[in-house]
């Protein structure tokens, strides 16, 4: 992938810093000119730390990846497993190429994060930890050429450009990694499940095809329209959306995936399942947990589906779920105020299949 620095592996360096109980930690990724390499600082995020002009900031312009790191199982440096984090690293180097942000490489990523985990645990021992990525394309440049503050050089990115120092010179962005606690609130969604409002999106379900300047098959920074949908969800006493296209086309949720169920008659007698999930070219992200979850389910020989779905689809189906990683698989019990079938051997089958954590394979962000 063109925007993939391939840079020497260096150890990240770290300070001091220890967050309290709850607290997070902060670690920017900075490329370092002289050396070549991508330096990982450790440090507190209640301090500044980014200018007011990175484009980030102002325009929203970067990319995103949450991710949840789970303690003891030690897979991924610092004692954490790092959930699905192929998938994840992935899909940011797809976002990075939809949106020609320039990102430091997978290896510089996972160096960064076991820093930060490291550091995470020993405030918060033994908590699972959100771990969000973020690359911005960095600092506005000034009237008169130059930059504010940061002091990097407008760099167009140039895919042929040799590996080492020369990549790192092409990363003008802002990188950084925040390591957080988990929040009770996404154990709670699980256990009491969904009220959801079917909410327009506003555009047709074809438009991806069409418009790919709107980027809809990346995660961009831009999610203030998903944050106003859940306030309006919010305001009529629901807990989240389903968006639909303005064709009427089952799309996703503002931060997950919607995945829904039907038991099937087998030939032999028996029931199997069916599991079924928007098409993806309808101009929704591609999930990381839909992607592990149909791996794990074809393998327990589950029929998979890509819709496209229909809000009646919905109604009808024998389980309604949003997924995504840090809130897993959140039942629906009420869609626009009826009352859903809620199976919860489904939902448990389905945790476990996330559990897994397979390949997604041909299922994944990125196939
Ligand atoms: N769709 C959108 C718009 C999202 O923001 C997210 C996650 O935040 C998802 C789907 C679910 O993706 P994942 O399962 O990779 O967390």
């Known amino acids: 992938r063109p925007q993939q620095s391939s840079t020497e592996h ?48 102002t325009r929203g312009d970067g990319i995103f990846e949450t991710l949840m790191a789970t303690p003891g199982q030690g897979q991924d440096g610092a004692g954490f497993h790092l959930r699905k984090s192929a998938a994840h690293l992935a899909r940011l180097a797809a976002s990075a190429e939809a949106t020609q942000i320039p990102v430091p490489s997978e290896q510089d990523w996972r160096d960064g994060i076991a820093a930060g985990l490291g550091v995470f645990a020993a405030g918060n021992p033994g908590r699972a930890a959100v771990v969000k990525l973020v690359a911005t394309r960095g600092p506005e440049a000034a009237p008169g050429g130059g930059h504010y503050g940061g002091g990097l050089d407008a760099g167009g990115l140039d895919s042929s450009a040799p590996s080492g120092p020369a990549r790192v010179e092409q990363l003008t962005g802002t990188y950084w990694a925040l390591v957080s606690p988990v929040s009770e609130a996404s154990s709670h969604a699980r ?40 306030r309006h969800a919010k305001s009529q006493g629901a807990d989240d959306v389903i968006f639909t296209s303005s064709d009427g086309k089952v799309l996703e949720g503002p931060t997950s995936t919607v995945l829904m169920a039907r038991r099937v008659p087998r030939a032999d007698g028996t029931q199997g399942v069916e599991l079924i999930t928007p098409l993806r070219r309808n101009g929704i992200l591609p999930g990381t947990s839909q992607g592990v979850i149909f791996a794990a389910a074809e393998r327990a020989g589950w029929e998979l589906g890509y819709g496209p779905l229909v809000p009646d689809d919905l109604m009808d189906a024998d389980g309604l779920w949003l997924v995504s990683s840090v809130r897993l698989v959140a039942p629906v019990t009420h869609l626009d105020g009826v009352e859903l079938t809620v199976d919860h051997e489904l939902t448990e089958q389905l945790s476990a299949f996330l559990a897994e954590d397979l390949d997604p394979g041909s299922h994944g962000p990125v196939d």
Request: hydrophobic content about 40%; aromatic content about 4%.
């Open 191 to 230: 256990e009491t499940g969904l009220k959801v409002l079917l909410l327009d999106r506003g555009y047709e379900s074809g438009v991806q095809e069409r418009a790919p300047w709107l980027l809809l098959g990346a995660k961009t920074l831009s999610y203030a329209v998903n944050m106003a949908a859940m």
């Open 10 to 57: 260096t150890a990240p360096t770290t300070q001091s810093f220890v967050p309290e109980a709850g607290g997070s930690v902060l670690v920017m990724l900075t490329p370092d000119r002289a050396s070549g390499t991508v330096t990982a600082q450790v440090q507190d995020p209640r301090l500044p730390a980014l200018t007011v002009t990175d484009q980030g900031v």
